[in-house]
């Protein structure tokens, strides 16, 4: 009798740690932890903790990388993690125009990152990444 009671514990126990695991996705990458060729990691979907954010569609931007137009990703970024030493310039606009910032480290969540009465999440057009 216990250790049927043992052995129903230990599979609760399990599918608790599956679930976690399966709807907190990968989180978010450490900038320190970026490949040397990595100039930053793009994502589509953010949440306010690094455990669930970046866990959208993922594009990579490469060292001294720069796209006038971000195709299915135009205007769609959420969240990004630029590597260390590196920085992302982001731009309202296609083809490096309007408004710009320069984002570093962690961004969990663009809606955060204020541009006059509006942020900066969903509205990415274009961007430069550069490291030293
Ligand atoms: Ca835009």
Known sequence: MEFKLMQFLFLVIFQVICMANFSFGKGCPDPATLDEFTCAM?????????????????????NDEETPDLGDFDDKISSLVVREGCTLNGYWKKDFNG??????????????????????????????????
């Open 42 to 62: 793009v994502y589509k979907d953010a949440t306010d903790d690094e455990a669930t954010s970046c866990s959208g569609d993922s594009d990579e931007v490469i």
């Open 99 to 132: 408004d710009e910032r320069d984002f570093t480290g962690l961004v969990l969540n663009l809606d955060h990152v204020h541009n006059g009465l509006g942020d900066w999440d969903n509205d990415i057009s274009s961007y430069k990444c550069k490291c030293v």
